[in-house]
């Protein structure tokens, strides 16, 4: 696992890089508009199906837009498909996936409503050794802010139903656009109960 992340950190981190720097914060912000409805003006989602966008890294959102279109182009064969998503994304450029996720990347993220446990924490921050499931921590960091430059999102304060629905769809296979598969091997050593104590823990982090 620490060579497939390794190599991942590597490989992604110029591709990245570019991305983000390609975007218009002041473009984008034009361009949230279509947004708002589900995400908030601000990328701060009121609904808890929807994720916040706020205070996401840029590369990451430009990235999900990227594979939400892949998924629609390709009857979900790739890419990451949503019903709802697909349709949002069919008109947007690479340039406009840049510009929005320049926008919601200098948005703050609202804090989150939920309460983490112990064994949440424990589980996030220590992994189960015996189960080889690696710590959340290590690539989203003890505080859930995600490492930009290897393309792991920032978690904390997310929407526990939406963090629940992810882990559920890496679970069954479902959403597969993580790369060498790192979130679906984790997930589907993963219960019901886990997951729940997860959300909850990565919803909790500030």
């Known amino acids: 696992m620490n060579k497939i992340l390794l190599s991942?950190?590597?490989?992604?981190?110029?591709?990245?890089?570019?991305?983000a720097a390609q975007g218009n914060v002041e473009t984008?912000?034009?361009k949230s508009?279509?947004?708002?409805?589900?995400?908030?003006?601000?990328?701060n989602s009121l609904i808890p199906m929807y994720p916040k966008l706020?205070?996401?890294?840029?590369?990451?959102?430009?990235k999900q837009l990227a594979d939400f279109k892949k998924g629609a182009t390709s009857a979900g064969k790739e890419g990451r498909a949503d019903p709802i998503m697909a349709g949002m994304v069919m008109a947007l450029s690479e340039q406009d996936m840049a510009d929005l996720g320049a926008y919601y990347a200098t948005q703050t993220r609202s804090a989150g409503a939920?309460?983490?446990?112990?064994?949440?924490?424990?589980?996030?921050?220590g992994g189960d050794v015996e189960r080889k499931i690696p710590a959340c921590a290590g690539c989203h960091g003890t505080s859930g802010k995600g490492m930009a430059a290897a393309g792991f999102p920032s978690l904390a304060a997310q929407q526990t139903v939406y963090l629940k629905n992810q882990l559920v769809k890496f679970r069954?296979?479902?959403?597969?656009?993580?790369?060498?598969?790192i979130m679906r091997n984790i997930a589907t050593e993963l219960s019901d109960s886990e997951i729940?104590?997860?959300a909850q823990q990565i919803?909790?982090?500030k």
């Open 8 to 19: 991942l950190l590597l490989t992604l981190s110029a591709l990245n890089v570019a991305i």
């Open 28 to 30: 984008g912000k034009a």
């Open 33 to 43: 508009a279509m947004c708002a409805a589900c995400h908030g003006g601000d990328g």
């Open 54 to 62: 706020a205070g996401q890294s840029a590369n990451y959102i430009a």
């Open 114 to 125: 939920s309460k983490g446990d112990a064994s949440g924490h424990a589980l996030y921050v």
């Open 172 to 181: 069954s296979g479902s959403r597969a656009n993580d790369k060498n598969a």
């Open 196 to 198: 729940d104590a997860l």
């Open 203 to 205: 919803s909790s982090l």
